[in-house]
């Protein structure tokens, strides 16, 4: 299993930059290798994407989603993957945002281009041409506030074949604080969600 992880400062509020990684059908336009994804209903999309040189179609599920927090997921099956997002406010307008991913390179081609760092270098510039979307275009594109409960709010565990996300602890300001709350539910919100995602 190989690990990346990578932040980069962009300057719009966290809520806009929240707001746009929720529109997984825009992440063509800022991702490179990735042909398109679909959303199949608020928590499952399907992507075909190029990975290491290799066209993939796979289907991936958002294991937990907090509003201007964390979005995190899995892929279904092959390939494995597993990642969070996670968005810090520095001020009103700039935003740390964090990706953490997880991957399982398969056979020879894609183990190389994991042993050339090309998938890494890939991720890299897909944060970084994430900043120039989202400051360039000034707000988003749209934006879905739902709350997805992560598996230790919903009592269950991943199976033991499955990638974990990793678990970095989102905040409200960057740098977090020394101290962490106690263990214990998400606190509910006060903000409804704004409708549902579209589905295709």
Do not use: C
Not at 10 to 33: D, H, K, L
Not at 58 to 82: G, L, N, S, V, Y
Not at 178 to 194: H, K, S
């Amino acid at each position: 299993m190989s690990t990346i992880e990578h932040s980069e400062d962009v300057e719009v509020p966290i809520r806009v930059a929240y707001n746009q990684w929720t529109q997984f059908e825009s992440f063509p336009e800022f991702m490179e290798g990735v042909e398109s994804v679909k959303q199949l209903t608020d928590t499952r999309t399907a992507w075909v994407a190029e990975i290491a040189g290799v066209r993939r179609e796979f289907e991936a599920d958002i294991t937990e989603q907090h509003p201007d927090e964390r979005i995190a997921w899995r892929t279904t099956d092959k390939p494995h993957q597993a990642g969070v997002v996670t968005f810090h406010r520095i001020d009103d307008n700039r935003t740390r945002v964090t990706l953490q991913m997880e991957y399982d390179p398969e056979g020879f081609v894609e183990t190389a281009g994991d042993w050339l760092q090309l998938v890494r270098m890939r991720v890299v510039g897909d944060m970084k041409r994430f900043k120039t979307f989202i400051e360039s275009r000034g707000g988003e594109t749209g934006g879905w506030r739902g709350d997805v409960p992560g598996p230790h709010q919903r009592g269950s565990t991943y199976g033991s074949d499955q990638p974990v996300p990793p678990g970095t602890v989102g905040g409200d300001t960057f740098p977090p604080s020394d101290t962490l709350p106690p263990p214990g539910p998400v606190p509910p919100r006060n903000e409804p969600p704004e409708g549902p995602r579209p589905v295709l």
